[in-house]
């Protein structure tokens, strides 16, 4: 059964960094297009970034350069450098895999991001 699983989340203080992590199981992240998500209560999910399977990437707009996606074959995964985080950057942030022939997604589970002092 694939699955994709979110790591790295926790609290941080404004202007520090957490690096998120989705790695999988019964599969290869290579084959993917990936991105990351994030929704706090009561809105919908939020594009943060996106990587495709050619390597072209897409930001949220307010990520302003602070965000770095990227794939890390040696884990299998796809990360998410976050840096300069700020209290309005808390949310569940979620890793989303899309399998193009298929034309279906997998969701993580989630992992919890806490800006504050």
């Known amino acids: 059964q694939v699955q994709f699983f979110e790591s790295g989340g926790g609290l941080v203080a404004p202007g520090g960094s957490l690096r998120l992590s989705c790695t999988t199981s019964g599969t290869a992240v290579s084959i993917y297009d990936m991105a990351w998500y994030r929704q706090t209560l009561g809105t919908e999910r939020e594009l943060v970034a996106s990587?495709?399977?050619?390597?072209?990437?897409t930001y949220g707009d307010f990520v302003k350069g602070r965000f770095t996606i990227s794939r890390n074959s040696a884990k299998n995964a796809v990360e998410l450098q976050m840096n300069n985080l700020q209290p309005e950057d808390t949310a569940d942030y979620y890793c989303?895999?899309?399998?193009?022939?298929?034309?279906?997604?997998?969701w993580g589970q989630g992992t919890q991001v806490t800006v504050s002092s």
């Open positions: 990587i495709n399977r050619t390597g072209v990437i």
């Open positions: 989303k895999a899309h399998l193009d022939v298929a034309s279906y997604d997998y």
